[in-house]
Each structure stands twice: as structure tokens, then as C-alpha cells.
């Protein structure tokens, strides 16, 4: 609008409607940055999280992070505030 980029994070309604990884369906994929195709995001982010330890993790606030990221990701804002900010939102 304007002339000016539209950004900015997700509502918390959003978060809450996803309940499992398993709502993503087929989407699991991302576009790499330098154009050389894809990567299994979901694969990538579901061990790093358990690289980093944090297993115990709301799954649907995770799918719901993806999602978003999927749909913006060259400006992916993530709102972590959404169930438990130190335990859920900023790991996932």
C-alpha cells in the first residue's frame, strides 16, 4: 500500500489452530536462499530442536511456525509469546 513492503508476525489465532506437524499434509519443503532447490525444512527443524534438546515442545505452535515461514520466507517474523515463551515459543 503506498509504495510501502507490508511485514509483520502472525496472530495468535494463527498459532493456535494448528494442533500437529501432521497439518502441514505434503508441505515440507523450502526453497533454498541461493535458488539451488530444496530442503526438507520440517526434517531440518525437527533435529535441530532435538539437537538443542527441547523435545517437549507444542507441536501445533511448531507447525504453525513452519507454515508461516513456508508462506513468507523471505519475511518470516516469528510471534513466540503464544503458549509458554521460554519452554514452547522461542525454542520452537
Do not use: W
Amino acid at each position: 500500500m503506498f509504495g510501502l513492503q507490508i511485514a509483520g508476525t502472525h496472530a495468535h489465532a494463527f498459532v493456535q489452530s494448528f494442533s500437529s506437524l501432521e497439518e502441514l499434509g505434503g508441505r515440507k519443503t523450502l526453497a533454498r536462499a541461493d535458488g539451488s532447490g530444496e530442503v526438507d525444512f520440517i526434517d531440518l527443524v525437527l533435529r535441530k530442536r532435538a539437537e538443542l534438546g527441547y523435545s517437549g515442545t507444542n507441536e501445533g505452535e511448531l507447525a504453525a511456525f513452519a507454515s508461516y515461514c513456508q508462506s513468507f520466507p523471505k519475511g518470516f517474523i516469528a510471534l513466540v509469546d503464544t503458549y509458554n515463551v521460554l519452554d514452547s515459543g522461542v525454542p520452537n
